[in-house]
């Protein structure tokens, strides 16, 4: 099957709730920081309403590529993007809940697991090997798809529900290394996080949006022959 018209695999309309839902957002932000810093406290809190709506949306997100690769394995394709887009958004939702604190009961940092490690502990060798091995297992994955992952991301890119997606993913990435920074641009008296927690927001928020949208479209960016 030919790749689709570039205007049939989702037009720029994308942009528009994107581009609303930023500008409530910042709004919101700003209005609840001048008016009522615990409320913006409250808002970024560890298991506060806003880590929690990531969660939903970033879970969202994972439940539509799951459901897209099951579609590309019943046409007989590989499905390798949406594998991978999935294994990253239940990583991101898992992060983001903190669950592997929650059930080791203890921070989950590479220094602290390192000297769990070494010190014999067995709950934390037993994270570190599961960890491993599914990062090497992803990695494999990748490498053995890398042709049909580089179309198909190729291909995405040509889409508003692409660019979308990849400007959400940028944010996610660009906040994490910057995160100390971020931290110290909030002014005297608000919480440390409302800048990353705001821009991990609008993040998942890009990236769910343009896989609703992708989703609306049904199917892969850029088909490719069923293999026999």
């Known amino acids: 099957m030919l790749p689709l018209h570039n205007r049939s695999r989702g037009g720029t309309w994308i942009y528009t709730p994107a581009v609303a839902l930023t500008v409530l957002i910042v709004a919101v932000v700003a209005a609840v920081s001048v008016m009522d810093a615990r409320l913006a406290h409250r808002l970024v809190s560890e298991d506060g309403p806003v880590e929690w709506l990531q969660v939903i949306l970033l879970a969202g997100a994972g439940l539509i590529t799951a459901r897209l690769a099951t579609i590309e394995w019943a046409k007989g394709r590989s499905g390798a993007p949406d594998v991978l887009l999935t294994a990253g958004f239940a990583f991101l939702a898992i992060s983001e809940m903190e669950l592997p604190r929650r059930i080791l009961g203890k921070s989950t940092k590479i220094g602290r697991l390192a000297r769990d490690v070494a010190a014999g502990h067995p709950r934390e060798t037993l994270f570190v090997l599961l960890v491993a091995g599914l990062a090497v297992g992803l990695g494999v994955y990748a490498f053995r798809y890398r042709a049909d ?32 920074s971020l931290n110290r641009m909030t002014g005297a008296g608000l919480p440390k996080p409302l800048v990353e927690e705001s821009l991990e927001l609008l993040a998942a928020l890009y990236c769910f949006l343009a896989l609703a949208q992708r989703w609306t479209a049904r199917g892969s960016p850029c088909p490719r022959p069923d293999r026999e």
């Open 149 to 180: 992952i580089m179309a198909w991301g190729w291909s995405a890119l040509e889409t508003a529900w692409g660019r979308l997606l990849l400007l959400g993913a940028c944010l996610l990435v660009l906040t994490e290394i910057f995160e100390r």
